[in-house]
Nanobody, 126 residues
Framework: QVQLVESGGGLVQAGGSLRLSCAAS????????MAWFRQAPGKEREIVAT????????YYADSVKGRLTISRDNAENTVYLQMNSLKPEDTAVYYC???????????????????WGKGTLVTVSS
């Protein structure tokens, strides 16, 4: 079992920055590919960024490329999402999720992950 707890959300003005964290408890965090998803009000949940379990391979949705950066610290059992140049359309609940031996993030889906966090709200004001 892996428990995931997100933190770092909040209210920020457009153009600002936030760093989200996802702390994992349980066994073998380093054997999981990790992902950030988000769900905006009235919209479907979408994948934002992923990082593979080995090799640090990353994937980003087109809408966030160049602005958001995913990273992981296996010693701390934590995955991060650095969010820069935020836009109002980035407003959403952000979730982290884990996939055992996950490698190619472009093919991942919410239902295909193995563990999910409960989310943290990011609000970007204009």
């Amino acid at each position: 079992q892996v428990q995931l707890v997100e933190s770092g959300g909040g209210l920020v003005q457009a153009g600002g920055s936030l760093r989200l964290s996802c702390a994992a408890s349980g066994r073998a965090f380093s054997s999981y590919g990790m992902a950030w998803f988000r769900q905006a009000p009235g919209k479907e949940r979408e994948i934002v960024a992923t990082i593979s379990w080995i090799g640090g391979r990353t994937y980003y949705a087109d809408s966030v490329k160049g602005r958001l950066t995913i990273s992981r610290d296996n010693a701390e059992n934590t995955v991060y999402l650095q969010m820069n140049s935020l836009k109002p359309e980035d407003t959403a609940v952000y979730y982290c999720a884990a996939k055992s031996r996950g490698l190619l993030g472009s093919s991942w889906s919410w239902g295909g992950m193995d563990y999910w966090g409960k989310g943290t709200l990011v609000t970007v004001s204009s």
